[in-house]
């Protein structure tokens, strides 16, 4: 029987730098190499058993930073529980004053703190630095932008997890929050970092101890989640239209106003405030495609691909009303051609739903409706030709290509 793996109480379920463990005596360097331990960074490392998440991947990137910085975009998406806003081996994105320098490290996109927040009673919720000129690297453009529409790195396209989920007619939205299973109180001062005063709209957000979230790893009596700053939900979608392509970015905004986690207003606001800011047009397009609607990350990205690829923009679970009273939700509509289209995710592989879906999608047809069905592997291997069949099928109810209605 191998032998118990050495764990210090005040190391157990918990992210720490390794030269202070050592040098704290806690662990010797030989037994920070163990298997109970496992390195996400230089000098970081965690409690082996700590599920390798993105909000795991946050701590350890917080670890190396100054105090001020605070995770900002997809990443603080993911930490008010928009589940695949990104994984753990994505980015960590990171604000960062303007007075603080930070190196490039791997893992982590940095980002100049440059927006003026809503305002709230009359008066600013967080006083924000003067606009500063987009990074130059890696930034991304629009398809109606002829310059830099952010400040920063645009990773290409991803496909998220989830594919949707089964459905009926009355189809809820909303997803629950990710599990975290992260650390639990901070067993020595050198294994902490200063936490940012919470404020309300459009600023920055303290996550509170615990956060209200269950832990996903074994849990504990006294176990507490350390703080993380990031931003709150309306700034993250800000900052997830801007940094992010227009793909990825629609999806997360979508999961932030269909859990309740941010207002269609509360983003007016900063659109309006920020308007004239680097990627002010790429937020006001994202926020204005965004709908919370949509039932899946995947969902969301055919319609952004669809709208991108020059057809008129669909309506999300648009209700459609049959002769018997029956109200369906077809994912996405042109209710003025009576075309839908569903998207058939993993769900589709349990054989009764897909015999309850298929049912409800025929009656749709009975009633004059042309429905069209997309794949995932249509959606990400063959979508040029999902385009131009979904285009042809609006022609044939009376579009005009180049109309965007």
């Not at 952010?150 to 909303?174: F, Q, S, V």
């Not at 993993?346 to 429905?371: C, F």
Request: include cysteine.
């Amino acid at each position: 029987m191998p032998p118990r793996p050495h764990r210090p109480d005040a190391l157990t379920w918990q992210v720490f730098r390794g030269s202070d463990a050592v040098r704290g005596g806690l662990l010797t360097e030989h037994q920070l190499r163990s298997s109970a331990w496992m390195r996400l960074r230089h000098d970081i490392y965690a409690d082996a058993r700590l599920d390798r998440d993105h909000a795991l991947a946050c701590r350890a990137a917080l670890l190396r930073l100054p105090p001020g910085v605070v995770v900002g975009g997809p990443s603080a998406a993911y930490l008010h529980g928009v589940q695949h806003a990104a994984s753990f081996t994505d980015d960590v994105h990171v604000l960062v004053p303007r007075s603080l320098r930070v190196g490039p490290q791997r893992g982590l996109s940095v980002h100049v703190n440059a927006i003026t927040p809503v305002m709230v009673s009359g008066a600013p919720e967080l006083a924000a630095p003067p606009p500063t000129a987009p990074r130059p690297p890696g930034a991304g453009r629009m398809p109606d932008e002829g310059g830099p529409s952010g400040d920063g790195r645009m990773p290409a396209p991803g496909r998220p997890p989830g594919e949707g989920r089964p459905r009926d007619a009355a189809r809820p939205t909303g997803a629950r929050r990710p599990p975290v299973g992260l650390m639990s109180p901070r067993p020595a001062p050198q294994l902490s970092r200063p936490a940012t005063v919470s404020v309300r709209a459009g600023g920055i957000v303290t996550a509170r101890p615990g956060d209200g979230w269950v832990a996903a790893s074994p849990p504990r009596p006294s176990e507490r989640d350390l703080p993380i700053p990031r931003s709150d939900p309306g700034r993250a979608a800000w900052e997830t239209a801007v940094w992010l392509d227009p793909v990825r970015a629609v999806a997360i905004v979508d999961s932030l106003l269909g859990q309740g986690l941010a207002e269609r207003d509360t983003l007016a606001a900063l659109a309006a405030r920020n308007a004239d800011r680097p990627g002010g047009r790429r937020a006001r397009w994202v926020f204005d495609l965004a709908d919370g609607r949509a039932e899946s990350p995947s969902e969301s990205h055919l319609r952004v691909r669809l709208v991108l690829g020059g057809l008129p923009r669909p309506a999300v679970q648009h209700p459609v009303r049959l002769p018997t009273g029956l109200v369906l939700h077809p994912d996405l509509a042109w209710p003025q051609y009576r075309v839908a289209v569903e998207y058939d995710g993993k769900w589709h592989s349990d054989a009764e739903q897909l015999h309850r879906d298929r049912r409800r999608l025929n009656q749709l047809v009975v009633a004059g409706w042309l429905v069209l069905h997309v794949t995932s592997r249509r959606l990400h291997g063959e979508f040029p030709a999902v385009l131009r069949e979904v285009g042809d099928a609006l022609v044939s109810r009376g579009w005009r290509r180049g109309s965007s209605t």
